[in-house]
C-alpha cells in the first residue's frame, strides 16, 4: 500500500477510533466521569474577557454539552483549537486581543459616564503597553522594477506592526528568462517585477531588516525557486553578513506538482524539478530553521478551475507525495514535516464554510498516523487569498463585496494568514487606492468589527457547518482513492488525472454562468444594461524602465563575465555527479544572471516538455 493509500486508511481509522469513544464514554462510568471532569476543568479555566461595551464573553467558546459521549465527540473529533486533530485551529489563539482593560459602559451612581473595571489582580495596568500577536494580514506586490516593488512594499507595511510580505514576479522571471532574451522586452515588469540577478534582489528588499522577527518575505514561484530562493539568500548576506540566514523567515512556493496540474510554469523536466527542489529543501531544513521552503498550493489548482474539493484533495495528495519524496532522501519527518506550508483559494461555494477546517484535520491524520511525524508536523500551515476567479470586469466594484465574504470565509476556518484580492485586479495590476481598500478590508474584520478578536471558535461548528465537514472529507477521501488507484500522485499527473480533471470542472463552471445556473450578480443576474467598460487607471512598466533593466542586466553580465563562466562549469559539474546543487547555486546567483543559470541547468537536464 502506497502512503497515500495510508493516509485513506488512517482517516478511515481514526474516524472509528472517533465512534469507539463516544460509545465507550457512555458505556463505562468511569471514563464518561474522566471525561466530564475534564470538560469542566477545560471551561473553569477559559478567561473571560470584556468587549468595549462591557460585555463579558468567554475567551474560547465551546458547545453547552454535558453529556459524556458528546463530549467524547468534540475532544477527539475536533479538538480544541491547538489540539489534535486540529480541526478548530492550528493554534490555541489566533487573531484575539491581548486581555486587557477595556472601559465599561456601566453605569457609576446614574451618572451616564464610562467607569474603567479595577484591575484584577496579575493583569497589567491600563496603561502599560501591550504585546501585539503578528497580524494574519499578508499584503501581495509585484509590479515594474525590484525599486517598484520596494515602494508599494513599504506603502503597504506603513502601519503594520509586522512585515508580512509576498511577492509576485514577471512573466520572464516566472519562466527562469533573462529580461534580454529574445521576444521579452514588452513582458518585462508585467503582471509582476523583473528579477534578474542578485543586485534587482537587493533592491527588491531594502530598507527591511530581512533578519528580524517581525519580517517575513513570500515569493509566487515555482519553476526556477531554487535559484530565487538562492539569491535571495545571497542578498541578505550581502545587507546582513552570513549569520542573518538563520534567522530569515517566510516561504518560497516551489510547488512542482500543481505546476503540472494546473499553473503549466515549470522550466525543467518534472524529474530533475522535483530533484532540485529536494536539494533546497535539504539544505534550507537544515540551515533556515525558520523558512519554510515550499508552499503546497491549491490556490492555482482553484483559479485553474477546478472545485472546492478538487482543489482539497489535489493539495493534500501533493503534500503527501512531496513528504514521502523527502523522507526518501533521508530527511527526518521531524526536521521537514514542521516547515511544509500550504495555501489555498477561498471562493463563495459552500464547500469553502469548511474546507480548510477539514483540510487541517485529514493533513494531521496523516501526517501523524502515516508518516509517525510528531505534533508539529501535524500541522497544516495555511495561508489564504481571496479568489482571484471571483473577480468579473462587469460591476467591478462589486468585488469589493465578493472579497469581503471570501475573508469571512477564509477567517471562520482559522486561516494562518490571508491575502485580500483588489476589485481592479480583473483589468490591471491593482492600484494603490484599490490595494488600500482591500487591506483595510482585513483591518475592519479582524480589528474594527469584534467577529474574531474576542472569543475563538466564535463562529465554528453549526450544523451546517459540520454537514458541510462531512461531506467534504468523505468527498476528499473518494478523490484519494482514484489517485491511488491510478498509482499514487506522480503516476496521476504522467496520466494527465488533475489536468483533466481541473479542464473538466472549468467547463462546467463557465457553463453555469452561461446558462444562468450559477449567479454573478452584475453579470448574469440584476445587470445594470450597460455593457461599457468602466475607466480604471492600467498599471504598464515603462518602456524606459523596461531598458534600464536590460541596461543593468548587460552590465551586470560584462563585470562578471569570466567569474560566471567558471560558476556555471562548477554548478554543472555538480549537477551531473548527482550532488546536491543548493550550496553550489548559492555561489552561482554571486554572478551569474537567472536566465544564465537556468540556461546552463537546461544543457544538463534538459526542458519540461508540456502535457497535451
Not at 457547518?465 to 473518494?478: G, S
Not at 445556473?517 to 443576474?525: A, D, Q, S, T, V
Not at 548527482?578 to 543559470?597: K, R, T
Given at each position: 500500500m502506497?502512503?497515500?493509500?495510508?493516509v485513506?486508511?488512517?482517516?478511515?481509522k481514526?474516524?472509528?477510533?472517533?465512534?469507539?469513544?463516544?460509545?465507550?464514554?457512555?458505556?463505562?462510568?468511569?471514563?464518561g466521569?474522566e471525561?466530564?471532569?475534564?470538560?469542566?476543568d477545560?471551561?473553569?479555566?477559559i478567561?473571560v474577557?470584556?468587549?468595549?461595551?462591557?460585555?463579558p464573553?468567554?475567551?474560547?467558546?465551546?458547545?453547552?454539552?454535558?453529556?459524556?459521549?458528546?463530549?467524547?465527540r468534540?475532544?477527539f473529533?475536533?479538538?480544541?483549537?491547538g489540539?489534535?486533530?486540529?480541526?478548530?485551529?492550528?493554534?490555541?489563539?489566533?487573531?484575539?486581543?491581548?486581555?486587557?482593560?477595556i472601559e465599561?459602559?456601566?453605569?457609576?451612581?446614574?451618572?451616564?459616564?464610562?467607569?474603567?473595571?479595577?484591575?484584577?489582580?496579575?493583569e497589567?495596568?491600563?496603561?502599560?503597553?501591550?504585546?501585539?500577536?503578528?497580524?494574519?494580514?499578508?499584503?501581495?506586490s509585484?509590479?515594474?522594477?525590484?525599486?517598484?516593488?520596494?515602494?508599494?512594499?513599504?506603502?503597504?507595511?506603513?502601519?503594520?506592526?509586522?512585515?508580512?510580505?509576498?511577492?509576485?514576479?514577471?512573466?520572464?522571471?516566472?519562466?527562469?528568462?533573462?529580461?534580454?532574451?529574445?521576444?521579452?522586452?514588452?513582458?518585462?515588469?508585467?503582471?509582476?517585477?523583473?528579477?534578474?540577478?542578485?543586485?534587482?534582489?537587493?533592491?527588491?528588499?531594502?530598507?527591511?531588516?530581512?533578519?528580524?522577527?517581525?519580517?517575513?518575505?513570500?515569493?509566487?514561484?515555482?519553476?526556477p525557486?531554487p535559484?530565487?530562493?538562492?539569491?535571495?539568500?545571497a542578498a541578505?548576506k550581502?545587507?546582513?553578513?552570513?549569520?542573518?540566514?538563520?534567522?530569515?523567515?517566510?516561504?518560497i512556493?516551489?510547488?512542482?506538482?500543481?505546476?503540472?496540474?494546473?499553473q503549466?510554469?515549470?522550466?525543467?523536466?518534472?524529474?530533475a524539478s522535483?530533484?532540485?527542489?529536494?536539494?533546497?529543501?535539504?539544505?534550507?531544513t537544515r540551515?533556515?530553521p525558520?523558512?519554510?521552503?515550499?508552499?503546497?498550493s491549491?490556490?492555482?489548482?482553484?483559479?485553474?478551475?477546478?472545485?472546492?474539493?478538487?482543489?482539497?484533495?489535489?493539495?493534500l495528495?501533493?503534500?503527501?507525495?512531496?513528504?514521502?519524496?523527502?523522507?526518501?532522501?533521508g530527511?527526518?519527518?521531524?526536521q521537514f514535516?514542521?516547515r511544509l506550508?500550504?495555501?489555498?483559494?477561498c471562493?463563495?461555494?459552500?464547500?469553502y464554510?469548511?474546507?480548510?477546517?477539514?483540510?487541517?484535520?485529514?493533513?494531521?491524520i496523516?501526517m501523524?498516523?502515516?508518516?509517525?511525524?510528531g505534533?508539529?508536523?501535524q500541522?497544516?500551515?495555511?495561508?489564504?487569498?481571496?479568489?482571484?476567479?471571483?473577480?468579473?470586469?462587469?460591476?467591478?466594484?462589486?468585488?469589493l463585496?465578493?472579497t469581503a465574504?471570501?475573508l469571512?470565509?477564509?477567517?471562520?476556518?482559522?486561516t494562518?494568514?490571508?491575502?485580500?484580492n483588489?476589485?481592479?485586479?480583473?483589468?490591471?495590476?491593482?492600484?494603490?487606492?484599490?490595494?488600500?481598500?482591500?487591506?483595510?478590508?482585513?483591518?475592519?474584520?479582524?480589528?474594527?468589527?469584534?467577529?474574531?478578536k474576542?472569543?475563538?471558535?466564535?463562529?465554528?461548528?453549526?450544523?451546517?457547518?459540520?454537514a458541510?465537514?462531512?461531506?467534504v472529507?468523505?468527498?476528499?477521501?473518494?478523490?484519494?482513492r482514484?489517485?491511488?488507484?491510478?498509482?499514487?500522485?506522480?503516476?496521476?499527473?504522467?496520466?494527465?488525472?488533475?489536468?483533466?480533471?481541473?479542464?473538466?470542472?472549468?467547463?462546467?463552471?463557465?457553463?453555469?454562468?452561461?446558462?444562468?445556473?450559477?449567479p454573478i450578480?452584475?453579470?448574469?443576474?440584476?445587470?445594470?444594461?450597460?455593457d461599457?467598460i468602466?475607466?480604471v487607471?492600467?498599471?504598464?512598466?515603462?518602456r524606459k524602465?523596461?531598458?534600464?533593466?536590460?541596461?543593468?542586466?548587460?552590465?551586470?553580465?560584462?563585470?562578471?563575465?569570466?567569474?560566471a563562466?567558471?560558476?556555471?562549469?562548477?554548478?554543472?559539474?555538480?549537477?551531473e555527479?548527482g550532488?546536491?546543487?543548493?550550496?553550489?547555486?548559492l555561489?552561482?546567483?554571486e554572478?551569474?544572471?537567472?536566465?544564465?543559470i537556468?540556461?546552463r541547468?537546461?544543457?544538463?537536464v534538459g526542458?519540461?516538455?508540456?502535457?497535451?
Amino acid at each position: 500500500m502506497s502512503k497515500l493509500g495510508q493516509v485513506i486508511e488512517s482517516v478511515e481509522k481514526y474516524n472509528k477510533f472517533v465512534l469507539d469513544q463516544v460509545k465507550r464514554a457512555r458505556a463505562d462510568e468511569q471514563f464518561g466521569r474522566e471525561l466530564l471532569g475534564r470538560w469542566n476543568d477545560i471551561k473553569a479555566k477559559i478567561p473571560v474577557t470584556r468587549t468595549p461595551t462591557g460585555l463579558p464573553l468567554p475567551r474560547l467558546a465551546l458547545p453547552e454539552i454535558d453529556e459524556p459521549g458528546e463530549i467524547a465527540r468534540y475532544l477527539f473529533s475536533e479538538g480544541l483549537p491547538g489540539e489534535f486533530p486540529f480541526l478548530n485551529g492550528a493554534y490555541r489563539e489566533m487573531y484575539l486581543e491581548p486581555v486587557r482593560e477595556i472601559e465599561s459602559f456601566e453605569k457609576d451612581g446614574g451618572s451616564g459616564r464610562a467607569q474603567p473595571e479595577p484591575a484584577r489582580r496579575g493583569e497589567g495596568a491600563p496603561d502599560k503597553k501591550i504585546p501585539q500577536a503578528e497580524e494574519p494580514t499578508r499584503l501581495f506586490s509585484g509590479l515594474m522594477l525590484a525599486e517598484d516593488t520596494n515602494e508599494r512594499f513599504h506603502y503597504l507595511t506603513q502601519h503594520q506592526r509586522t512585515h508580512r510580505l509576498s511577492t509576485a514576479f514577471d512573466g520572464p522571471t516566472l519562466y527562469g528568462i533573462d529580461s534580454d532574451a529574445d521576444g521579452v522586452s514588452g513582458k518585462i515588469g508585467e503582471g509582476g517585477v523583473a528579477i534578474d540577478t542578485v543586485e534587482d534582489m537587493v533592491r527588491l528588499y531594502d530598507g527591511f531588516e530581512l533578519g528580524s522577527p517581525n519580517f517575513s518575505a513570500s515569493m509566487t514561484i515555482s519553476g526556477p525557486a531554487p535559484i530565487i530562493m538562492a539569491m535571495y539568500i545571497a542578498a541578505a548576506k550581502r545587507r546582513f553578513g552570513p549569520k542573518v540566514v538563520p534567522k530569515l523567515r517566510g516561504t518560497i512556493q516551489a510547488d512542482i506538482f500543481k505546476e503540472v496540474q494546473a499553473q503549466n510554469e515549470t522550466i525543467f523536466p518534472i524529474e530533475a524539478s522535483l530533484r532540485f527542489l529536494t536539494d533546497m529543501v535539504e539544505f534550507t531544513t537544515r540551515e533556515m530553521p525558520r523558512w519554510y521552503p515550499i508552499s503546497i498550493s491549491g490556490y492555482h489548482i482553484g483559479e485553474a478551475g477546478s472545485t472546492p474539493v478538487q482543489q482539497a484533495a489535489y493539495t493534500l495528495s501533493n503534500g503527501f507525495a512531496y513528504a514521502e519524496m523527502f523522507a526518501a532522501r533521508g530527511i527526518p519527518i521531524d526536521q521537514f514535516g514542521p516547515r511544509l506550508s500550504f495555501f489555498l483559494d477561498c471562493a463563495l461555494d459552500a464547500e469553502y464554510i469548511a474546507l480548510a477546517r477539514v483540510s487541517r484535520r485529514i493533513w494531521a491524520i496523516g501526517m501523524r498516523d502515516a508518516f509517525g511525524s510528531g505534533p508539529r508536523g501535524q500541522l497544516f500551515k495555511l495561508h489564504t487569498q481571496t479568489s482571484g476567479r471571483s473577480l468579473i470586469e462587469a460591476e467591478f466594484k462589486n468585488n469589493l463585496t465578493r472579497t469581503a465574504a471570501e475573508l469571512m470565509l477564509a477567517y471562520i476556518n482559522a486561516t494562518n494568514s490571508s491575502h485580500s484580492n483588489s476589485a481592479d485586479e480583473p483589468f490591471t495590476t491593482p492600484s494603490e487606492e484599490w490595494i488600500r481598500l482591500a487591506a483595510h478590508g482585513q483591518a475592519i474584520l479582524l480589528e474594527e468589527s469584534g467577529i474574531f478578536k474576542h472569543t475563538m471558535n466564535m463562529l465554528s461548528g453549526s450544523p451546517g457547518m459540520k454537514a458541510v465537514e462531512r461531506a467534504v472529507e468523505a468527498a476528499i477521501l473518494d478523490e484519494f482513492r482514484e489517485i491511488e488507484r491510478l498509482g499514487g500522485v506522480l503516476a496521476a499527473v504522467e496520466d494527465r488525472y488533475q489536468r483533466s480533471q481541473i479542464q473538466n470542472a472549468a467547463h462546467r463552471y463557465e457553463q453555469q454562468i452561461y446558462e444562468g445556473i450559477r449567479p454573478i450578480i452584475g453579470l448574469n443576474r440584476y445587470r445594470n444594461g450597460s455593457d461599457d467598460i468602466p475607466e480604471v487607471k492600467l498599471v504598464r512598466t515603462p518602456r524606459k524602465k523596461q531598458q534600464l533593466q536590460v541596461d543593468r542586466l548587460a552590465k551586470f553580465k560584462k563585470k562578471n563575465a569570466e567569474k560566471a563562466k567558471r560558476a556555471l562549469d562548477k554548478l554543472a559539474d555538480v549537477v551531473e555527479r548527482g550532488e546536491n546543487c543548493f550550496p553550489m547555486l548559492l555561489d552561482a546567483v554571486e554572478v551569474c544572471s537567472l536566465g544564465q543559470i537556468t540556461g546552463r541547468l537546461q544543457e544538463v537536464v534538459g526542458r519540461f516538455r508540456p502535457m497535451v
